[in-house]
């Protein structure tokens, strides 16, 4: 998977900039009305969250979803994806096609109409799909709206129809182009550079979407070819669905059986779940309702968490793998090392916000907990040594998690930050405001000492860490507590952590959290800066505390708290008092090309220590002249297998990924 994506973010503006005053009178004359498409143009980031990188993807997203939603009905099988030479992308399904006759109320054609028209489908009840994602009915007309030209084929009672489009306008009518043996529709779009930063379409992000689908609707093949940069075309089809899913979630891990699965109907609601125990302590749950995946779980994942914990309590009292005497397992002890994944498919679905992240349908919660409650107990009976397999890691993990909630003690003990020497000798803030707070972990006492007297004391705190944390991608919670660098992290952050689980204790609304509770709300700063070296033990520092923060406080990532500071390598002397900084060779070369001097020096940074205080805030600090870059969680499964590949105890998957990757290197530091 790709590293999770890191978007450059402007500085939080003064107060006093909010505040304006307008002198003209407000009438309904200052109302602007948008027809059409035209409101999409104007207004991208309303439908597809922006304009770069995130945004230029959702346009695949839309049409490709649409495509699924025929597989759901019924009607499609198979869905071919290209990238073609020019930039542009293609989806290709073998569906019914969209309609071609008249539509009455309108007296546009069913193409045009879903092409050029808001809210137009028969998603609203029309009759043309019980089971869908794309409920909000802009999907393909904001594809359209934000192409510099869409065509679209349609092959339908026995003939090829074709119409194309530019910017969201029909350029040429619907036309009978030949004849057609199947049925299906092909869009073809080129997304349109007056919207778009940039028009490169990742094949890797476009790969993995397709993986998904095709893991979650069994009965459909997708491929996907790469005609642009010459790549074969890559099939995806798994006749095993989710079964198939957790074991290549699983693939860098080792499994402790093989994948429980199963699946079942009721009350017009069908339901999927696979789970699968490995010998990390990680736990890793994704949701998905309708092909959509719930980031932040909802009542179909609330279900499960219940249902598993009750099964596995049960089972373990009923066979005396629990005493008497001993305590029930937590929800924590018996989902360490879980692989899940679950899959709703069902009439109305009702998510909470505009992104879909969470399911809220409230009948779901119970539907859910008891099928589950049912498949798993006849499973357990069925697989005694499987069963007694899961008690046994819920046993240790029950131990450890005791003494993780003694050493989590520890760390709030530590919580009156003023009058406790941590480690790495905390430099506080005098702002108590904590939106207007950000706290530097620096490499190093070195830089930490430079940082400390560069840094503005009213706003800006410094941690130095000493060495490198603890890897939590190998070591329980309890051992990851008895790291000082670790707990002083903590204490600093105040919010307290999470339970080894999916780095929140929002995922699913599960009432049994264990012992650990994070609360955003306690967070003393808003900023978390990663500042370290520019070299490779730079980089595993960084990754490092991304692991931590992934793993056990990932709503800092979610909420966007989380920044890498970029300081420069660089510096370029010209003269006595003229200097310039520049972060790459490419920045460097560009600033001396337009010196065009003799009597230039440049120098290397070998580390932020080398910096003295001014240095340090001019380049890296402060918030008028520095470059930040935000770090984002776009794909939770991507983000889990780099983790786990890179962080991980086997070797194998780490090295074919740095061979794969080796050249989109671009700064390697290297040591003779």
Known sequence: ????????????????????????????????????????????????????????????????????????????????????????????????????????????????????????????????????????????????????????????????????????????????????????????????????????????????????????????????????????????????????????????????????????????????????????????????????????????????????????????????????????????????????????????PQFEGQTKTKLGNSEIEGLVNSIVGEALSQYFEENPSVARRIIEKALVAQRAREAARRAADLVKRQSALENTSLPGKLADCSERDPRLCELFLVEGDSAGGSAKQGRDRRTQAVLPLRGKILNVEKARLDKALENEEIRALITALGTGIAGPGNGSNGNGDEKDNGDFKFDLSKLRYHRIIIMTDADVDGDHIRTLLLTFFFRYMRPLIEEGHVYIAQPPLYVIKAGKDERYYARTEKDRDEILRNLKRKNVTVGRFKGLGEMNAEELAETTMNPATRRLVRVELEDAVAADEIFSVLMGDKVEPRKEYIVRHAKQVTNLDWHA
């Open 1 to 348: 998977m790709a590293k999770p994506e890191i978007l450059t973010t402007p500085q939080t503006p003064d107060e006093q900039s909010l505040v304006t005053t307008v002198d003209r009178e407000y009438t309904a004359q200052e109302f602007t009305v948008l027809e059409g498409l035209e409101a999409v143009r104007r207004r991208p980031g309303m439908y597809i969250a922006d304009t770069g990188v995130r945004g230029l993807h959702q346009l695949f997203y839309e049409v490709i979803d649409n495509s699924i939603d025929e597989a759901l009905a019924g009607f499609c099988t198979r869905i071919d994806v290209v990238l073609h030479p020019d930039g542009s992308l293609s989806v290709t399904d073998n569906g019914r096609g969209i309609p071609v006759d008249i539509n009455k109320e309108t007296g546009l054609t069913g193409v045009e109409l879903a092409m050029t028209r808001l809210h137009a489908g028969s998603k609203f009840g029309g009759g043309g799909y019980r089971v869908s994602g794309g409920l909000h009915g802009v999907g393909v007309s904001c594809v359209n709206a934000l192409s510099e030209w869409l065509v679209v084929e349609v092959c339908r009672d026995g003939k090829r129809y074709r119409q194309r489009f530019e910017r969201g306008t029909p350029v040429t009518p619907l036309e009978v182009v030949g004849k057609a043996k199947n049925t299906g529709t092909t869009v073809h779009w080129l997304p349109d550079h007056l919207i778009f930063e940039k028009r490169d379409y990742d094949p890797e992000r476009i790969v993995r979407r397709i993986r998904e689908l095709a893991f979650l609707n069994k009965n459909v093949t997708i491929t996907f070819t790469d005609e642009l940069h010459g790549e074969p075309t890559q099939t995806f089809h798994y006749k095993n669905g989710l079964a198939e899913f957790v074991q290549w979630l699983n693939e860098n891990k080792d499994p402790l059986h093989k994948p429980i699965h199963f699946a079942r109907t009721r009350e017009d609601t069908f339901v999927e779940i696979a789970i699968q125990y490995n010998d990390t302590y990680q736990e890793n749950i994704f949701a998905f309702a309708n092909n959509i995946h719930n980031t932040e779980g909802g009542t179909h994942v609330s279900g499960f968490k219940t249902a598993l914990t009750r099964v596995i309590n049960n089972y373990a009292r009923k066979n005396g793998l629990l005493k008497e005497r001993d305590p029930n397992f937590s929800g924590d002890d018996v989902r360490e090392g879980l692989t899940a994944v679950i899959s709703v498919l069902l009439l109305n």
